[in-house]
């Protein structure tokens, strides 16, 4: 199995930290150009970005924000004046804004669609438009290969975090959707769904020992993940070895969807 990308051109969003420059830094060592998307911390972006040139890949960094449509324009802009062409989309970036059902501000609830379901469609759209334009042009056998990084909970549903599960539950079906919609312009798309892997986000759930060992009885393999599993799926992905996969979700989550609790009844 070849994961051949040299050449090929990536834009890795909220690339900054976490699974974003864990894929960002895979997928340059996999030859690919990069384009690192911020949204507020230049100086990880700009450190995500030395990683790759130190280990002779090439890299831009870029600021935008994936809830605002001119960013979004802004960003795919400035990856064509760098790079001339676009050949994945990995639609990473996300937060949570967590509260109980009941105490959910409008603000929260708005925050988190915006940036995690609506920041996915508008970068989307934009790839999948530069992918038409461009075609089947000599990098990959597809036109383009776009990764929504999605989440265990567009399937398993999550108290305490409605925002997040009905954005992720969003992100499934506006990935399949597209999949049927643009597999005739040999445009693929396909979803990462993480279960626990280490970074910032959840850092609660894994940073002190109790926590860990409560998040450990979710998940039957018995660690959490790292920014380098997701990494190797991603680069899984962009290549022409899964050239006939599209319209999946890869669950990615030392089986945290195995229905954990009935290893102990049922
Ligand atoms: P993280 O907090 O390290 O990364 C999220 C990145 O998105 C940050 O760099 C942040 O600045 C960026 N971001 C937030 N709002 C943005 C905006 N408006 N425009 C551009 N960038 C923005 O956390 P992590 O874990 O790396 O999250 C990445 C993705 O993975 C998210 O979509 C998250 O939902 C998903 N995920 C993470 C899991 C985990 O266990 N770490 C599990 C399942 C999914
Ligand atoms: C969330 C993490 C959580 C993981 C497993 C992810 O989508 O962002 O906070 O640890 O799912 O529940």
Redesign the pocket.
């Known amino acids: 199995m070849n994961i051949d990308l040299a050449g090929q051109t990536a834009i890795v969003?909220?690339?900054?930290?976490?699974?974003?420059r864990a894929c960002a830094i895979g997928l340059a060592a996999e030859g690919m150009n990069v384009v690192i998307?911020?949204?507020?911390?230049k100086e990880e972006a700009d450190d995500t970005a030395e990683v790759i040139s130190e280990a002779g890949g090439r890299a831009i960094v870029v600021q935008?924000?994936?809830?605002k449509e001119d960013d979004v324009a802004r960003l795919f802009q400035a990856c064509a004046d760098a790079y001339g062409h676009l050949d994945v989309l990995v639609a990473?970036?996300?937060?949570q804004a967590d509260a109980a059902f009941t105490e959910m501000t409008l603000a929260e609830w708005n925050r988190v669609i915006n940036?995690?379901l609506t920041?996915q469609f508008l970068c989307c759209r934009e790839a999948a438009r530069v992918f038409r334009r461009q075609g089947v042009h000599g990098h990959s056998k597809s036109a383009g290969k776009i990764i929504c990084?999605?989440?265990?909970h567009d399937e398993i549903p999550w108290a305490g975090h409605v925002n997040y599960a009905a954005a992720?539950g969003g992100v499934k079906m506006l990935m399949e959707s597209m999949a049927q919609e643009l597999a005739a312009d040999k445009i693929r798309v396909n979803a990462i769904?993480?279960?626990?892997?280490r970074?910032?986000?959840?850092k609660a759930a894994w940073s002190t020992e109790q926590a860990m060992e409560k998040l450990l009885q979710l998940v039957p393999y018995g660690r959490i993940?790292e920014g380098e599993d997701i990494a190797n799926l991603c680069a899984f992905l962009a290549s022409d070895v899964s050239d006939y996969i599209t319209g999946a979700t890869i669950y990615i989550d030392g089986g945290m969807m195995l229905y954990p609790g009935f290893r102990f009844g049922g």
Do not use: E, F, R, W
């Not at 998307?37 to 911390?41: E, L």
């Not at 935008?64 to 809830?67: G, K, P, Q, T, W």
């Not at 990473?92 to 937060?95: I, R």
């Open positions: 969003t909220g690339s900054s930290t976490g699974l974003g998307n911020y949204h507020s911390s935008a924000d994936v809830s990473n970036a996300g937060l940036v995690d920041g990084m999605s989440s265990v992720k769904s993480p279960g626990a892997i970074t910032d986000i959840n993940g």
